[in-house]
């Protein structure tokens, strides 16, 4: 054969250093500034450290569900209660993640245990964490027993927590964010193991693990860093040198939090198991297609599809054929999710959004990602030449109210560290109830409804059918709880990943 003859023409060789030229491009096209040239993750140039590789994955316990419009109250084709407070308006959310079931009896135990362990002589934060047991209790009723054993007897651990506020539910995502945070850095070697700690008990910082504080670089050294800290290309003349984990890295989840009530109504429906070339061919008045609460599957046909009360005196059925089975709540993974695979979005619990209630709130939404209940808040520094964040007993970042609606000015930024009372705006960092004409004063004696009047949704054990459809929705005040409430949480989805490759 004349191959070696092949191999040494020059077109050849041309051709493989085209070839060889061309892939070296396109493996290092993601290593290059497209902009400048400049390569990426080289400590010879400064270092500048950017993830190619990061690919965006739900916290534990999520689903992802991809965004999109839809007619939020759309669902609501009889309004009972002449309310006239969810009327049909098209709104989009974008994509988001959330809970596949409700928070039950055993996540919150965990709860619980994380907060006796680290904190053992403060009652306070024990106590008001605990979930009230006693809105089982009822004047004509015979609940007493549920008093005492629903929340802790193993056989409702998987059952979902009920007596819980929205203010609890809000601080157990805040607890919960910290907690997945730092399991992936304790799992992954960059901080030190549970091994390690276990061994040691000393070992660590005198404070619970905190996302921001972490982030803000006050949560390191060498008796909490692991043996796998990322590579520190900012300094040329150290190759060993490590750094703790940062936002760029893509490692760390973004914060758990409780659902906004588009969000809930919108992943409640499911319609994304309706939907053909863009459109929607079943329009749903429960999680699931039909017009009924029964099952139409042959396997389960008449079943219900959730837990409800049928009729007055009816929670579950007639002994021997029962139908949905539960005289209360039931275990979360109970009957068949919808088609984004949540458990329960009908029945069993109400569950917590995070928006405040308003009657009006459709005429005043935003249509993307629509929303009520804003009040910003930023971190208050200890220092704000180092910018060292401030922090409570529990080692948590103390928030103070916004100061201005966008970016300071380099000159108003300094004029407002030195307490210069000109510097200080009016702005208004609660705006709760933002465009509203009445007054918060006349709460109890013209309106029930104030900005702390949260939404809850989805029906409950207790609750006729009507209550289950998506776009119904009712209030309590934010400290209030109840028997038939419980909640789910969610998480922003950052980029999207239903989108990434597309063109």
């Known amino acids: 054969m004349k191959f070696s003859k092949l191999v040494t023409t020059p077109l050849f060789a041309l051709a493989i250093g085209l070839f060889l030229l061309t892939s070296c491009k396109s493996n290092n096209r993601g290593n290059v500034s497209s902009k400048t040239g400049v390569r990426y993750n080289d400590p010879t140039n400064g ?31 009889e309004d009972l209660g002449y309310s006239h407070d969810n009327l049909k308006r098209r709104v989009t959310v974008a994509s988001f993640y959330i809970d596949e079931t409700e928070v039950s009896n055993a996540d919150w135990l965990e709860y619980l245990h994380w907060l006796s362990q680290n904190f053992p002589e403060d009652g306070k934060l024990y106590y008001d964490a605990l979930p009230d047991s006693l809105v089982w209790r009822n004047p004509l009723s015979y609940n007493e027993p549920y008093v005492n ?38 799992q992954s070697g960059v901080l030190k193991d549970y091994k390690e700690l276990s061994q040691n008990p000393q070992t660590g910082t005198s404070d619970a693990f905190n996302t921001d504080l972490y982030l803000n670089g006050q949560i390191q050294g060498p008796e909490v860093d692991g043996r796998k800290m990322p590579r520190n290309t900012n300094d040329p003349n150290n190759r060993d040198a490590r750094r703790p984990v940062r936002m760029e890295d893509g490692i760390l989840k973004q914060p758990y939090r409780l659902p906004t009530e588009a969000e809930w109504e919108y992943a409640a429906l499911g319609l994304i198991g309706t939907t ?73 619990v109400n569950e917590w959004v995070s928006d405040v209630y308003r009657q009006l709130s459709y005429e005043d939404f935003e249509d993307f990602n629509p929303y009520r209940g804003h009040v910003f808040m930023d971190n208050q520094y200890e220092d704000p030449e180092t910018r060292t964040l401030a922090k409570d007993k529990y080692g948590r970042p103390i928030k103070v109210p916004s100061k201005a609606a966008r970016k300071q000015t380099w000159e108003e930024l300094q004029a407002s560290k030195a307490g210069d009372p000109v510097a200080a705006t009016t702005y208004d960092y609660d705006v709760r109830g933002f ?32 209550w289950m459809n998506p776009a119904t929705r009712r209030y309590m005040q934010q400290d209030e709880s109840n028997a038939m409430t419980g909640f789910r949480c ?11 490759g597309r063109r």
Request: net charge neutral; aromatic share 10%; proline share 3%.
């Open 276 to 348: 053909v070339q863009g459109n929607i061919e079943d329009s749903r008045i429960y999680p699931w297609s039909g017009l009924g609460v029964r099952s139409g599957r042959k396997s389960n046909q008449g079943r219900m599809m959730a837990n409800f009360k049928i009729t007055s005196g009816n929670n579950m059925g007639v002994a021997g054929d029962l139908n949905d089975g539960g005289d209360i709540t039931v275990a979360v993974t109970s009957y068949t999710p919808n088609d984004f695979g949540l458990y329960n979005m009908a029945g069993n």
């Open 47 to 77: 270092g500048l450290q950017i993830n190619r590789k990061v690919r965006e994955t739900p916290g534990p316990g999520l689903i992802a569900i991809e965004g999109g419009s839809f007619v939020m109250g759309g669902s609501l084709n």
């Open 490 to 500: 969610a998480m922003t989805m950052v980029g999207n990943a239903f989108t990434t």
């Open 149 to 186: 054993l629903y929340f802790r007897h193993p056989s409702f651990q998987d059952y979902p927590v009920v007596g819980v506020s929205w203010e609890q539910a809000n601080a157990y995502c805040i607890w919960r964010t910290d907690r997945v945070n730092e399991h992936i850095l304790r």
């Open 435 to 466: 465009k509203d004409e009445e007054e918060n004063n006349l709460y109890g004696k013209t309106s029930l409804v104030n900005d702390k009047s949260r939404v809850f949704k989805g029906g409950s054990w207790n609750d006729r059918a009507y």
